[in-house]
């Protein structure tokens, strides 16, 4: 793993992450309509899916950058909450178990301005990332399940446990997250620290 990361903009993984936040319309046009409905589930698994690569590949070949660090958690949270606004538009996911990540994801955001506007950073957690790779298995195919696809029963049923067990381990992570958070303000308030 590299101990350093560069300030590069055009590198492989930054242009995965731009690449799948490229094709967040693209599957919301999908899922919308009942025509091409099971494609844009399947498309929306597809660009959940790189999440991982773009992070495989960074750390492989040395291609860490700090505009990957904020891009691609963004484009976690983007496709997140597009995916499940459009699922719920159509009645293939219920609205509260949506909220119930897309309310901790916008208050997240928020912090991450904060954090941002004093140029501050709080890096990111395992078990933050394995949460998120639980939601992005689980929504899709509870939405398959929902919408009656080949193999609905078996889709549904581990859509929700992977579903769950993301939600549980997603609420672990903000709490260590605020707890990151509160020591990066105490380290940027100690005199000479810079921010």
């Given at each position: 793993?590299?101990?350093?990361?560069?300030?590069?903009?055009?590198?492989?993984?930054?242009?995965?992450?731009?690449?799948?936040?490229?094709?967040?319309?693209?599957?919301?046009?999908?899922?919308?309509?009942?025509?091409?409905?099971?494609?844009?589930?399947?498309?929306?698994?597809?660009?959940?899916?790189?999440?991982?690569?773009?992070?495989?590949?960074?750390?492989?070949?040395?291609?860490?950058?700090?505009?990957?660090?904020?891009?691609?958690?963004?484009?976690?949270?983007?496709?997140?909450?597009?995916?499940?606004?459009?699922?719920?538009?159509?009645?293939?996911?219920?609205?509260?178990?949506?909220?119930?990540?897309?309310?901790?994801?916008?208050?997240?955001?928020?912090v991450w301005i904060v954090l941002l506007s004093k140029h501050l950073r709080i890096d990111v957690r395992y078990i933050g990332k394995t949460?998120?790779?639980?939601?992005?298995?689980?929504?899709?195919?509870?939405?398959?399940?929902?919408?009656?696809?080949?193999?609905?029963?078996?889709?549904?049923?581990?859509?929700?446990?992977?579903?769950?067990?993301?939600?549980?381990?997603?609420?672990?992570?903000?709490?260590?997250?605020?707890?990151?958070?509160?020591?990066?303000?105490?380290?940027?308030?100690?005199?000479?620290?810079?921010?």
């Open positions: 793993m590299p101990a350093n990361s560069s300030h590069k903009i055009l590198t492989v993984p930054n242009a995965i992450s731009f690449a799948r936040i490229l094709l967040i319309p693209v599957v919301v046009v999908l899922i919308v309509q009942e025509s091409t409905r099971g494609w844009g589930i399947l498309l929306l698994g597809i660009v959940v899916g790189t999440d991982w690569i773009d992070g495989r590949i960074a750390r492989k070949y040395n291609q860490v950058s700090e505009l990957g660090k904020i891009l691609d958690p963004t484009a976690d949270r983007l496709i997140i909450a597009a995916g499940l606004i459009a699922l719920v538009a159509i009645d293939a996911f219920p609205l509260w178990a949506a909220v119930l990540v897309i309310a901790r994801d916008l208050f997240f955001m928020l949460a998120t790779f639980m939601l992005m298995l689980g929504i899709p195919l509870i939405a398959w399940g929902n919408l009656g696809f080949w193999a609905a029963p078996t889709a549904l049923v581990i859509g929700w446990m992977s579903y769950v067990a993301g939600v549980v381990e997603y609420y672990i992570a903000a709490g260590l997250y605020m707890g990151d958070l509160r020591v990066a303000f105490q380290q940027a308030q100690e005199p000479g620290k810079s921010a």
